[in-house]
T-cell receptor, first 112, second 112 residues
Framework: DAKTTQPPSMDCAEGRAANLPCNHS???????VYWYRQIHSQGPQYIIH???NNETNEMASLIITEDRKSSTLILPHATLRDTAVYYC?????????????FGTGTRLTIIP | EAQVTQNPRYLITVTGKKLTVTCSQN?????MSWYRQDPGLGLRQIYY???????DKGDVPEGYKVSRKEKRNFPLILESPSPNQTSLYFC???????????FGQGTRLTVV
């Protein structure tokens, strides 16, 4: 199973872009990168996922390096409501069990 | 509104008193799963179900039971709760591989 490494915490000024890095140097070719976030002990919320191309949706953009060993989640205009713990996950599939292995994530604090 | 509903949200119980935490989803998802979240350990999978009457153990199944008699419901049963099962529990559902998982709002269980 590919493991991920994220900084434990980051701050970002409100209105600025928040760039959250993730290292997954042992990722294999058919594993996707997923990002979830958890706001204040609520249920985790899906943000975005990708395989090798950059992805964008209404919440965020995901930039995956060409060698796929790292990625960056970008929140283009951070608001106070984006304060949360962000998890970078490489999908583990074990005979149909789509288990999500959450690490300790990055605690992002948006500063007014 | 698409959602995963857990009940109760908060529960304090005594050691050995059987309890059930319910989970229901309204999205017709085949796949459902239970996680527990503890400080410093992230989310760990307890049990999962690929469809009705199909369940299997996750990483930390000891002390828990589940059932999947209907597609929408996936209750978590603690036959004889112990204090080390004090935790924050999340139910999740999804429809197929490579799509987002939807999480419930969580059940904070305290066993004294």
């Amino acid at each position: 199973d590919a493991k991920t490494t994220q900084p434990p915490s980051m701050d970002c000024a409100e209105g600025r872009a928040a760039n959250l890095p993730c290292n997954h140097s042992t990722i294999s070719g058919n594993e996707y990168v997923y990002w979830y976030r958890q706001i204040h002990s609520q249920g985790p919320q899906y943000i975005i996922h990708g395989l090798k191309n950059n992805e964008t949706n209404e919440m965020a953009s995901l930039i995956i390096t060409e060698d796929r060993k790292s990625s960056t989640l970008i929140l283009p205009h951070a608001t106070l409501r984006d304060t949360a713990v962000y998890y970078c996950i490489v999908r583990v599939s074990n005979f149909g069990n789509e288990k999500l292995t959450f690490g300790t994530g990055t605690r992002l604090t948006i500063i007014p | 509104e698409a959602q995963v509903t857990q009940n109760p949200r908060y529960l304090i119980t005594v050691t050995g008193k059987k309890l059930t935490v319910t989970c229901s989803q309204n999205m017709n998802h085949e796949y459902m799963s239970w996680y527990r979240q503890d400080p410093g350990l992230g989310l760990r999978q307890i049990y999962y179900s690929m469809n009705v009457e199909v369940t299997d153990k996750g990483d930390v199944p000891e002390g828990y039971k589940v059932s999947r008699k209907e597609k929408r419901n996936f209750p978590l049963i603690l036959e004889s709760p112990s204090p080390n099962q004090t935790s924050l529990y999340f139910c999740a559902s999804k429809v197929q591989t490579d799509t987002e998982a939807f999480f419930g709002q969580g059940t904070r269980l305290t066993v004294v």
